[in-house]
């Protein structure tokens, strides 16, 4: 017997209704279609774009850019100790291992971000890194550590908050100019939030193995010519490591 | 090929200049192997050039004061970073003979030099013009 719906069989709606329902999964991996994270009658604030975090944009980092005589970290005894045995020539970025948060918002490379409904992603030019901020609610798993850690977020008061944590252990984690070392309790927040034509973050980090308290900067990206695009980076490890030999060994 | 290494305690002269190439593009800290009291001149001719990231490098091949050849190995910025800046690879190409200022290599015995500025044998800079930058 033949099941119909309104003078339509069963199969010619299932038939007509695939098509609507494939095209609809297909494309939601691709072009999700509703702000659902964000609470109604909240605005989201227009962060898309590539972005400009070079010397034009603020001072290049380091070793005392972005964590200066106001806001460098209270360091516990054990951050005081990896730093004071802390050799140049073990960190890991002279094998292009990639820059970190809170150290990867602040290298003087542009960034690209892209608002989607569940998500927004981050692409920094530096190192080739992607970190994506989860809006969904879902929460890491203990197979989720890794050294960007994993990132949720909500919009909130025209400005976007993550929170970054499950982090794996890093030498050079906190800050790779002052041999500041960052743990697996690292948890990074983040609130970005345009002004004017400029995005802006503040970037707060915690870490008790490592920090008495949480330590915070705010920079500024600025906006990038039309059609702009980030480069590979292509890290190469020759010459990633080529310099340090003209570190005077600290250990023999 | 002339060499002339001056070394000393000079460091506002350096101060980077138009066309320095200093290591900007911040992959690590260059005070651990470069000693910004100082300064160092070579002059020799280029051998190799790897304009990568983190870091972008030219190789320069000349001889010291006794007769021995010696090679420099001149560390700039990250080549994404020139480029943006309006450095191409023609500037810099193996074979050309210049001269080069900048700040020395720490460790003893070696032969690197950062924030360099890249200068033809008769003094006319190399690089990117000012408006470029």
């Not at chain 1, 702000?35 to 005392?64: C, F, I, M, Y």
């Not at chain 2, 460091?11 to 100082?38: F, M, Q, R, T, W």
Request: glycine residues 8%; positive net charge.
């Amino acid at each position: 017997m033949r099941r119909t719906f309104g003078g339509v069989t069963l199969g010619r709606w299932l038939g007509v209704g695939a098509v609507p329902i494939a095209l609809a999964v297909a494309l939601g991996q691709v072009l999700p279609t509703a702000h659902a994270q964000a609470p109604s009658g909240v605005k989201l604030p227009d962060l898309a774009g590539v972005w400009d975090g070079t010397g034009r944009a603020r001072p290049v980092n380091s070793e005392k850019v972005p964590w200066g005589p106001s806001n460098f970290p209270v360091l516990n005894e054990r951050a005081l100790a990896y730093q004071k045995v802390f050799d140049e020539a073990l960190s890991p970025k002279y094998d292009c291992q990639p820059a970190t948060p809170p150290a990867i918002e602040y290298d003087p490379y542009l960034m690209e971000v892209v608002q989607w409904p569940d998500r927004v992603l981050f692409r920094y030019e530096k190192d080739d890194q992607l970190r994506t901020v989860w809006l969904d609610e879902r929460k890491p798993t203990s197979h989720d550590y890794g050294i960007q850690g994993f990132s949720v977020g909500r919009y909130e008061s025209n400005a976007l908050l993550v929170e970054t944590t499950n982090f794996v252990f890093d030498v050079t984690g906190f800050d790779d100019y002052n041999g500041i070392p960052s743990s697996q309790l690292k948890r990074v927040l983040e609130r970005y939030w345009r002004e004017g034509e400029e995005l802006k973050v503040t970037v707060t980090v915690e870490d008790p193995l490592f920090l008495r308290r949480p330590a915070s900067y705010t920079a500024r990206w600025l906006p990038t010519p039309k059609g702009t695009k980030l480069q590979a980076f292509d890290c190469d490890p020759e010459t990633a490591r080529l310099s340090v030999k003209f570190i005077p060994p600290r250990y023999k | 090929m002339n060499v002339r290494q001056r070394l000393g305690a000079v460091a506002s002269a350096l101060a980077i200049g138009v066309l320095a190439v200093a290591p900007v593009s911040a992959h690590h800290s260059s005070a651990e192997a470069y000693d910004s009291s100082k300064s160092v001149e070579a002059q020799g001719t280029i051998t190799r050039v790897l304009f990568k990231n983190p870091h972008s490098f030219v190789f320069l091949e000349s001889t010291d004061a006794q007769g021995q050849k010696v090679e420099w190995q001149v560390e700039l910025g990250a080549f994404s970073s020139m480029t943006r800046s309006g450095w191409t690879k023609e500037m810099l190409a193996p074979g050309m003979v210049v001269k080069v200022t900048g700040i020395p290599s720490r460790a003893p015995g070696s032969h690197g030099i950062t924030n360099a500025k890249f200068a033809k044998q008769d003094g006319s800079p190399i690089g990117p013009s000012r408006s470029a930058q």
